[in-house]
């Protein structure tokens, strides 16, 4: 029966009407970011070589309870995922639940989106919370590029197999007879995209040379991430989102010291074989690094009653993609598409927020996001607007660092940007008599990216 | 249709063994290096065909994992060409075909993927030669082939396959009197790269077939006056076909014109363009590949909507 002729749905439900309707009909409600929690994040082969996924999970996770004290908490439902993910760990967040001082009862999935795998965590389980399917939530992800799978080659993958399949003794050795040298060489993997063979680092170079992004800039960009992070560790402001684990107190790759000269000095590492000048150097790009972080999200009643905090709402979140593959546009380049579809879905320009958190997979990325957006023509030919989209007022970008200094653990990095926007937005409020608005792009491999807006609560 | 194939094809039995007929191609040329002997220079009139070839879904699988092809269960084109290529290699095997099969060059391949078709297809092979020409490095030909449902008249794939042999003159066919220019090439920005190992020509002789010794090794490539083994052409043009990806739709003419071989390992770049109508459809994409280091050419073609 049509929704329009059953006015008084929700005091219905038992009375024969259509269970779809009353469901639709629920209105939704917020999802609030209560805080966070993570480790320090460690450069590749660092303080966590030894440490696997399923513990730095776990880490942040013990962490996140211990400070909002969810010990014994059913929690809604856990989501959190990793890139580089052993095929052993089918099962990593759930596993992490089990280990952790959360109730066994609490139900968990993995996810993954690449880079963007923390954001579209923390995105699907506030719908479920919007939607009223569940209370309570903790988004999360982990990476280690320093205890990464290896696979063994293909060649003597199917050779296991076979051997497995076949019954015979005669039939096992014909098999074994396949067996080369060079299928026992193992399988790492690699940043290589797929489809084109390029790494993500010579990807970036494509797009820093098509949008003329000089060096300088981005070592300048580099040096603010330092600068802004050191400067928020020594105001304490990462205190209640991190926990010391390993030893690590800070991200080892912060560089509190470091100086435009410094970064001046370092080689070039990708674009060499570019006819435009090499710009990108391990100093303006992220490093291999290992790491954790996870979200706690609520419904406001469910904070309300445990008396904990809500520091911000998820209002609205976009996911986007690119056709990077024969370089109609540059593979980190999606975020770009998404922010004009959210802002403009929210009737809000780049004027209208107060905090950017562009994540900074390549000091060149960012840049490049902000020039396609300050490109009139841009903005006419492939965004579909009157002009350029906009500016963004670089005072107000990764206030407190981003992935540059802080290191990147793909899947970790949505959470961590999360938890940090969503205290900055608490820490100041209102701003023009609103609340403060936050926005965040996460760029991801695979020509993807997904952004949203958050708002103080 | 050609003035040879008014002739009734020589019907195979079966698909020829590659290996075999490169065994026999090996003895020809010895025959003739000792005898000295010069055949007609023309070439042979009439077809080989063979009849109801099935395809083994294993290889086809192998292939298109090597090529990067989406595992359907359509044929790609390319592999086609791999289950014709014996077909075509019995016409240039046989006694009074006048140019030494071992050592010729592929110099170019166009094809024409007319129909869809799918694996379980059965399917009847003809192939023939034209165009016994002169050029400015010896001489070349073309070698045609035709793929049609078994038992129809309905051409599914056509290919032409452009060979050089290098160094032979055959009396009575004149060199070309402009030689041809070669276009100085500026390397674009490149939209990906390939990294070959060694292995690569033994793997894709594993799916096509094709054991010709250029391509297995370096002390069989050198056996046949090569430095280092050479990856196969068709594994090359069959690799950026598949790079163009599902845009090609089912039907489509499929270029590619050899330069500079590719000498293993290799790093190769490559540049795919595409190109799309007023309404958004695809049109053609064109592509060119060329090392990276020393930015000399080695193949270029397109892949255009019929």
């Known amino acids: 029966m049509p929704a329009a002729e059953q006015p008084e749905s929700a005091a219905n439900q038992v009375s024969g009407q259509s269970l779809a309707a009353s469901v639709s009909e629920r209105s939704l409600r917020k999802a609030v970011v209560v805080g966070g929690n993570r480790i320090p994040f460690a450069r590749a082969g660092g303080a966590y070589a030894k440490s696997s996924n399923k513990d730095m999970l776990t880490a942040a996770l013990d962490g996140l309870i211990a400070r909002f004290g969810l010990q014994d908490e059913r929690i809604g439902e856990v989501a959190a995922g990793a890139v580089l993910k052993h095929s052993r760990d089918f099962n990593l967040t759930r596993e992490a639940v089990l280990g952790s001082a959360l109730s066994p009862e609490t139900p968990a999935y993995d996810l993954q989106q690449a880079c963007a795998t923390g954001m579209e ?20 992800g982990v990476d280690t590029a320093s205890d990464a799978p290896i696979a063994v080659s293909e060649g003597l993958r199917e050779v296991l197999l076979d051997l497995n399949r076949a019954r015979t003794v005669p039939e096992r050795l014909r098999i074994l007879a396949r067996l080369r040298p060079k299928d026992l060489a193992p399988d790492a993997p690699t940043t290589g995209e797929p489809r084109t063979g390029l790494s993500m680092g010579e990807h970036q170079a494509l797009t820093t040379a098509q949008w003329k992004i000089t060096r300088g800039a981005q070592d300048e960009l580099a ?12 105001r304490g402001f990462f205190d209640d989102l991190m926990t010391p684990y390993r030893g690590l107190q800070r991200d080892a790759n912060l560089r509190p010291d470091t100086s435009l000269e410094k970064l001046a000095a370092l080689k070039p590492v990708f674009g060499k074989s570019l006819r435009a000048e090499a710009t990108m150097t391990a100093g303006n790009s992220t490093p291999l690094t290992d790491g954790a972080a996870t979200v706690l999200l609520a419904s406001e009643e469910w904070a309300e009653a445990r008396g904990l905090p809500k520091l911000a709402t998820i209002v609205d979140g976009e996911a986007a993609a690119v056709d990077f593959v024969h ?14 579809r959210l802002l403009g879905r929210l009737g809000l320009t780049l004027d209208d927020i107060d905090f950017f958190e562009i994540h900074e ?6 840049l490049s996001t902000l020039a396609a957006w300050e490109d009139d023509k841009f903005g006419r030919t492939r965004l579909g607007l009157g002009g350029a989209f906009g500016k963004v007022d670089r005072s107000r ?61 | 249709m050609s003035g040879q194939l008014a002739e009734q094809p020589i019907i195979l039995g079966d698909v020829p063994s590659l290996s075999k007929l490169y065994l026999n191609a090996a003895a020809n040329t010895a025959r003739r290096r000792i005898l000295g002997a010069h055949p ?38 390319g592999f086609i060409h791999a289950l014709a290529f014996p077909v075509s290699m019995s016409v240039l095997n046989r006694d009074d075909f006048p140019l030494p ?52 008249e309905k051409v599914v794939w056509r290919g032409t396959s452009t060979y050089l042999a290098k160094g032979v003159f055959l009396p009575g066919i004149d060199k070309p009197l402009v030689p041809s220019q070669g276009t100085s090439f500026t390397p674009p920005v490149p939209t990906g790269v390939w990294e070959l190992g060694l292995d690569v020509g033994r793997m894709y002789a594993g799916v096509s077939g094709d054991f010709n010794p250029i391509h297995l090794n370096a002390l069989s490539a050198r056996a046949l006056g090569l430095p280092r083994s050479i990856a196969h052409g068709m594994y090359l043009a069959s690799r950026a076909l598949a790079d163009v990806g599902a845009a090609r739709g089912e039907t489509f003419a499929w270029d590619v014109q050899f330069e500079a071989p590719v ?44």
């Not at chain 1, 965590?121 to 999360?140: E, F, H, R, T």
């Not at chain 1, 370089?327 to 004009?340: Q, T």
């Not at chain 2, 070439?43 to 699988?61: C, F, N, Q, Y």
Request: charged residues 15%; proline residues 4%; contains cysteine.
């Open chain 1, 121 to 140: 965590a923390v995105l699907g389980l506030a719908n479920k919370i919007k939607l009223g399917q569940i209370d309570s939530a903790i988004a999360g």
């Open chain 1, 223 to 234: 040096l603010d991430s330092h600068r802004n992070l050191a400067a928020a560790y020594d």
């Open chain 1, 327 to 340: 370089g109609k546009d540059g593979l980190l380049m999606a975020p770009v598409f998404a922010v004009p």
């Open chain 1, 361 to 366: 997979a390549f000091a060149g990325t960012v």
């Open chain 1, 397 to 457: 970008l990764n206030v407190n660092g981003s992935s540059l200094a802080a290191g990147h653990p793909f899947a970790a990095t949505g959470g961590r940007i999360v938890a940090t926007l969503a205290k900055m937005l608490h820490d100041s409020g209102t701003v023009d008599g609103r609340p403060a608005r936050g926005l965040v792009s996460v760029c991801a491999a695979g020509g993807q990216g997904v952004v949203a807006v958050l708002e103080a609560n």
């Open chain 2, 40 to 77: 007609d220079p023309k070439l042979p009139t009439g077809s080989h065909e063979v009849r109801a070839v099935r395809v083994d879904i294993a290889k086809l699988t192998s292939y298109q994992h090597l090529l990067g092809e989406t595992a359907s269960d359509v044929l790609p084109a």
């Open chain 2, 101 to 152: 099969l071992l050592g010729m060059i592929h110099l170019k391949n166009h094809v024409e993927q007319l129909a869809p078709v799918l694996f379980t297809e059965t399917l009847d092979i003809r192939a023939w030669t034209e165009n016994l020409a002169g050029h400015r490095s010896g001489t070349q030909l073309d070698v045609l082939a035709e793929v049609r449902i078994h038992g129809t």
């Open chain 2, 263 to 306: 000498f293993l390992p290799a790093r190769v770049a490559l540049e795919i363009a595409t190109s799309q109508g007023m309404n958004g459809h695809w049109q053609h994409s064109d592509y060119v590949a060329w090392n990276p280091r020393s930015g000399r050419r080695h193949f270029s073609g397109s892949v255009t909507a019929l």
